[in-house]
């Protein structure tokens, strides 16, 4: 596709439900990223991954988050054992290079823990 | 204190005006900032990018950094309605890879 293409848009979860939110950057884009934005705040960074490897996990918020980009293409954010505090938009971007960079966002995806 | 700090605004300009946004950062080592709009429910947008300092124009948009005051800024010029969005500022994190930090946005509302 010809831009970062996110799902599901919206999802709905039990507090205590497992999610997977998918992203499918832009066609060879090295670097993808995912960030959280809540309501009212910048979008805060969770992960970076260059091509397969995650090289940066810094910002995941606890050991239940995870995130995955196996072959360096799709990339996969796990939320285990959902929380009310994780309901948000996770929003994944992606950037041609692996330095620098100009990042391009996906449409995001509104998580909602009830 | 956030790394990465804007005002919330709402910044109210009339149509045609220039509208200035403005952004401060805490860490030195950055030097690749970004302005990003962002319109209601939908992702944020780039707009500009700087890495040196002085001016960057791009149309209706000049951005300005000034990295002796860790200070950027956002003007933009003959403001539409249209331009009616939250502009979030980012700069790019010196000790991590290609982490982006995020201002908290300000509300910019250009009315006819």
């Known amino acids: 596709g010809a831009g970062v293409s996110q799902s599901p848009r919206y999802k709905v979860a039990k507090r205590g439900q497992d999610v997977a939110l998918r992203c499918d950057p832009i066609?060879?884009?090295?670097?993808l990223f995912w960030y959280q934005q809540a309501l009212g705040q910048g979008p805060e960074f969770l992960t970076y991954f260059q091509n397969e490897a995650q090289l940066d996990k810094s910002g995941l918020p606890s050991d239940r988050f995870f995130a995955e980009r196996p072959e360096g293409s799709v990339s996969t954010l796990k939320i285990q054992r959902t929380q009310q505090e994780d309901s948000a938009v996770y929003l994944c971007?992606?950037?041609?290079?692996?330095?620098?960079?100009?990042?391009?966002f996906g449409q995001g995806t509104r998580l909602t823990v009830v | 204190q956030k790394e990465v700090e804007q005002n919330s605004g709402p910044l109210s300009v009339p149509e045609g005006a220039i509208a200035s946004l403005n952004c401060t950062y805490s860490?030195?080592?950055?030097?690749?900032f970004f302005w990003y709009r962002q319109y209601s429910g939908k992702s944020p947008e780039l707009i500009m990018s700087i890495y040196s300092n002085g001016d960057k124009e791009d149309g209706r948009f000049t951005a300005q950094l000034n990295k002796a005051s860790q200070y950027v800024s956002l003007l933009i010029r003959d403001s539409q309605p249209s331009d009616s969005a939250t502009y979030l500022c980012?700069?790019?994190?010196?000790?991590?890879?290609?982490?982006?930090?995020f201002g908290a946005g300000t509300r910019l509302a250009v009315h006819p």
């Open positions: 971007a992606s950037s041609p290079f692996a330095v620098n960079t100009e990042a391009f």
């Open positions: 066609s060879g884009h090295v670097s």
């Open positions: 860490d030195r080592g950055s030097q690749s």
């Open positions: 980012a700069a790019l994190f010196s000790g991590g890879y290609n982490k982006l930090i």
